[in-house]
Every structure is written in C-alpha cells, then in structure tokens.
C-alpha cells in the first residue's frame, strides 16, 4: 500500500487480535498485488500488456471498473482511471518532486475513459493507455478488511490504512474512537480531533505531496481533462461516510471541484471537515 497500515482492536483475546492483523496484513498484501502497476504479476500489467486486444476481467475488477466509471461520469471526466500516466509528466514521490509540463499534451491523447471498450466483464484497453487503480485500491482494501472483521467478532476494530480509516463497533469506556486531522502546518500534530463511532474517514490533500513552480503551489490530485493539479482546492478534505470507498470518493470528488468543494460536499449534505 505504500503507507503505515494498522488495525486496533479492543479485545482481551491475544488469539482474535492476531487473527484479525493476520487477515489485514494478508489482504492489503492481495489487493497490492493484483491492482498495483508495480506489481509485475498484477491484473494491472496484464491488461497493459493486451496491446488493445479484448481482455476479460475477473468479478472484482469488473466491480472495481465500474466504480472507476461511475467516479468519472459523476465528476465529468475530471477523475479518470487512464490519467496515471500523468507521473510521466509529475512526480511528487519523496525526494523526486518534479514537472515536465512539455508532457502534458501528448499524455493527454493517452487519457480518456471513454475511449476504452468496457462491456462487463471485457476490456479493450488501446495501445499506449494505462489503467490505474491507485485512487481507490486503498480505500478498498479498508472496507474489505473491515467487514471481514465484522463477521468475525463484536469487539472494536478500526482499520487504518494510510489515514484512510473505518471502524466496526467503538471501544464502550469513551462510546468513539479518536482521530486526528493532521495539520497542514505542523506534520504529526492534529488540527482537529474527531470522534468516530461507525463508519470511515477518508482525507484527500497536499500537505505531504506538492510542488511549487513560479512561486505557484499545486497538489497532487490531477484533473484529467486538463492534466494539470486542481487549482484552488482546498490543502485538506476528510470525509465520513458509511465505507470508506464512499468517503474516499466524495474527498476525491470534492478536492476536484477546487474552489467549489465545500459547496459540492454541502449539496451533497456530507459531513466533512475542510483546512484551507
């Protein structure tokens, strides 16, 4: 996952407690490798390597596709699962921050959901074009993790991949789980506490990947249509909803309204919390 990932878990049980870590630590590791493009084995690299032929999928990543597709019609076409190829053209990786906007617009005629053939469960990816599963993978992994625990015991758990976080019951001394939004000015420090006691939280921002260019700040998140950062967005969106893919998507999609997120989440009648 590329991130701290943790689950806690209120019990007296060393055995629950340990089953529980074992199924995280063993699905996070399953859902890397299948949907990262670094993973050479990965569904990712096999559909890339079809060279524009139809290739079929498996249920869950036609599950996955379809939420992709959904994402990029509800943000008309501004979050797109072919836009990865961007870090060809920005790298916010630590230590490797850089721009080559001479890119863009030859990165742009790689990019387009609505030029890849999707008919369920059938792929026809054309040549050159890239899907990229990095902006739900995550959030995923969460909701999978967490409604395993679910089935599997009363006691409190809460998943925590990455600061993309979903819990299934609250510990009963304090009725919540406390949870931190991390400043955007002093990392580790928290700029508000939040008390969960169901369902997840996820946070879209830029306060740990950007980058200046003409004394200009942009963030990470990457408006397909023009392959360029969202201007004006805010540094911090975190979201609650019932699934994390749910809270996921609505930070996602809020950050990609850029100085109209707060206005799209209130429409929307989100619950979320906003650092400018």
């Known amino acids: 996952m590329g991130s701290p990932c943790e689950v806690l878990c ?41 060279h524009g032929k139809r290739y079929r999928v498996d249920d869950e990543t036609a599950r996955l596709l379809d939420f ?17 190829v961007l870090r060809y053209a920005w790298s916010f990786d ?23 053939g999707w008919q369920p469960a059938d792929i026809i990816l054309p040549e050159g074009m890239e899907i990229d599963f990095g902006g739900i993978a995550m959030d995923y992994a969460v909701d999978r993790v967490a409604d ?16 993309d976080l979903r819990c299934v019951g609250a510990p009963p001394a304090s009725g919540a789980w406390q949870v931190g939004i991390e400043s955007i000015e002093n990392f580790g420090k928290a700029a508000k506490r939040i008390e969960l006691s169901s369902g997840a939280l996820a946070t879209s921002g830029d306060a740990r990947r950007h980058i200046e260019i003409d004394g200009k700040r942009y963030g990470h998140i990457f408006d397909a249509r023009t392959g360029w950062p969202v201007e004006n967005a805010p540094r911090s969106i975190t979201v609650a909803a019932p699934t994390c893919s749910q809270a996921g998507s609505y930070s996602t999609l809020a950050m990609l309204q850029g100085v109209g997120a707060e206005a799209f989440l209130d429409a ?9």
């Open 68 to 84: 992709g597709a959904a994402l990029w019609r509800l943000s008309n076409k501004a979050f797109d699962l072919t836009s990865g």
């Open 148 to 163: 395993w625990a679910g089935s599997q015991t009363k006691c409190p758990v809460l998943i925590n991949f990455g600061g």
């Open 94 to 116: 630590q230590g490797k921050v850089r721009a080559d906007i001479s890119r863009i617009p030859e990165l742009l005629k790689r990019i387009g959901w609505d030029r890849v």
């Open 10 to 50: 209120e019990t007296d049980d060393p055995r629950l407690a340990k089953r529980l870590g074992n199924f995280a630590r063993g699905e996070a590791r399953r859902v890397d490798l299948k949907y990262s493009r670094y993973q050479p084995g990965s569904v990712v690299n096999a559909m890339h390597a079809s």
């Open 268 to 276: 929307e009648d989100a619950r979320y919390w906003c650092l400018r």
